[in-house]
Nanobody, 122 residues
Framework: QLQACGGGLVQAGGSLSLSCAAS????????MGWFRQAPGKEREFVAA????????YYADSVKGRFTISRGNAKSTVNLQMNSLKPEDTAVYYC?????????????????WGEGTLVTVSS
């Protein structure tokens, strides 16, 4: 129901754009966000956008570099990643839930998309 794409290999300082498209149901009343999981680490919050668009949240580690946005039909959520660092290397997952903030545990998400790998070389 959520399909993420756009991952790839990029050099440090470069940019990538991720996109997550919903299908099979509407997510217009759901907050949508991005999480990531690096090898050997727990999945962590990256960014989220409320269903109304009124609230946007970012992890401190990506503030000022990543931008989350939502399509007009609210069926897609995008993540523009600039000034990428090697520590941004991870599998990135999109998610949807009734409410997502910086402290919402990843295991509380109602829906997950398949991950997309982002690799940042130094």
């Amino acid at each position: 129901q959520l399909q993420a794409c756009g991952g790839g290999l990029v050099q440090a300082g470069g940019s990538l754009s991720l996109s997550c498209a919903a299908s099979g149901r509407t997510f217009s009343n759901y907050d949508m966000g991005w999480f990531r999981q690096a090898p050997g680490k727990e999945r962590e919050f990256v960014a989220a956008l409320s269903w109304s668009g009124a609230s946007i949240y970012y992890a401190d580690s990506v503030k000022g570099r990543f931008t989350i946005s939502r399509g007009n039909a609210k069926s897609t959520v995008n993540l523009q990643m600039n000034s990428l660092k090697p520590e941004d290397t991870a599998v990135y997952y999109c998610a949807a839930d009734r409410a997502i903030t910086t402290t919402t545990p990843y295991y509380d998400m109602d829906y997950w998309g398949e991950g997309t790998l982002v690799t940042v070389s130094s």
